[in-house]
Nanobody
């Protein structure tokens, strides 16, 4: 069983940076896809970024491309989201997710992920 725990959220000013972490309590299989999603109040949970645990080019939402970087440390069973040039519209609860069987072109579909963390709050002040 995989349990995911996010950390690293907080309050920063616009233009600042944060790094989120997602630690897994269980081993992540090589065929897994890991993703970051976010949900602002009154909105649906939206895709941010995804990475294949085995490696390869990541997948980013257009809204974060060039500002956010997703990565993973296999030895630590941990995924990261480096967020730079933060904007007030990035304010949301950020969730990490894992899918053990996911076609790569389906990576933005939240319904395809079978493990979720509890979320970490990110707030950006203007």
């Amino acid at each position: 069983q995989v349990q995911l725990v996010e950390s690293g959220g907080g309050l920063v000013q616009a233009g600042g940076s944060l790094r989120l972490s997602c630690a897994s309590s269980g081993r992540i299989i090589s065929g897994a896809t890991m993703g970051w999603f976010r949900q602002a109040p009154g909105t649906e949970r939206e895709f941010v970024a995804a990475i294949r645990w085995a490696g390869g080019a990541p997948y980013y939402a257009d809204s974060v491309k060039g500002r956010f970087t997703i990565s993973r440390d296999i030895a630590k069973n941990t995924m990261y989201l480096q967020m730079n040039s933060l904007k007030p519209e990035d304010t949301a609860v950020y969730y990490c997710a894992a899918s053990t069987m996911l076609a790569w072109d389906r990576a933005p579909e939240r319904g395809r992920y079978n493990y979720w963390g509890q979320g970490t709050q990110v707030a950006i002040s203007s």
